[in-house]
């Protein structure tokens, strides 16, 4: 995968290739253009388990509510799972019902605020998610909403403990096109209004599962 390099003097606004971010907003748009008046969307929102008990928790997630599409569900842990029952079971019926995916992950370096570390779990959420062509969108209180394609991922550590940290372009911009068709994707359809559905037979493209995906192992 290339990446994009930041510079002092240039500093970029996406660490994907042009190609890839073209890719990206096509898929997005024809979910918009596929979209059902009056059907749900349902938003997954995963966040570290020491974020639950912030005070500064409900106010996180009135910020990301506020950012996403209004009239959208926006689902937390305590909203999705019974912590008496088994997770993975739970996340494989939620994530067939989902439309979206915002991740928050970690900072563990006040030294590197662009950079943000997803979890074990996680990071399975989001590669769930990626690989069934759902927008997912990195929330950091100093940049908003970010998606993960921008970003510019490294995995760390080993199976089955392997975390996934993203760095956000230091020139991001809410503007951008990426997030707008993302959000477009997210945006539910009023009952009153129709989209042309989208030409069937087209390629799925691939603009994100395979940075994210576990290293292959060696011989």
């Given amino acids: 995968m290339m990446i994009t390099m930041d510079t002092p003097d240039q500093p970029i606004t996406s660490y994907a290739t042009p190609a890839r971010r073209r890719g ?3 898929a997005m748009h024809q979910i918009a253009a596929g979209r059902s008046p009056g059907i749900p969307v349902r938003v997954y929102l995963s966040a570290p388990p020491e974020f639950l008990t912030r005070p500064s ?3 996180r997630i009135d910020t990301i509510r506020a950012a996403l599409p209004t009239g959208i569900e926006l689902l937390t842990y305590q909203d999705a799972f019974d912590p008496a029952a088994d997770y993975h079971p739970q996340w494989a019926a ?6 979206g995916l915002v991740v928050t992950g ?3 370096d006040k030294r590197r605020p662009r950079e943000q570390t997803l979890g074990p779990i996680a990071r399975q959420e989001l590669i769930t998610m990626v690989s069934a062509g759902r927008p997912v969108l990195l929330h950091r209180t100093e940049y908003g909403l970010v998606p993960v394609l921008d970003c510019r991922p490294k995995r760390i550590g080993q199976e089955p403990h392997q975390r996934l940290r993203f760095t956000i372009p230091r020139g991001w911009s809410a503007s951008e096109p990426t997030l707008q068709a993302a959000l477009t994707a997210l945006d539910p ?7 042309e559905v989208p030409r069937q037979g087209e390629p799925k493209p691939d ?3 395979r940075p994210f995906a576990a290293a ?3 011989p």
């Fill in 94 to 99: 939620l994530a067939e019902t989902l439309d």
């Fill in 106 to 108: 970690t900072r563990r």
């Fill in 24 to 26: 990206y907003v096509r």
């Fill in 57 to 59: 928790w409900q106010h």
């Fill in 189 to 195: 359809v009023d009952s009153t209004t129709a989209r």
């Fill in 207 to 209: 603009h994100l599962a």
């Fill in 216 to 218: 292959p192992r060696q």
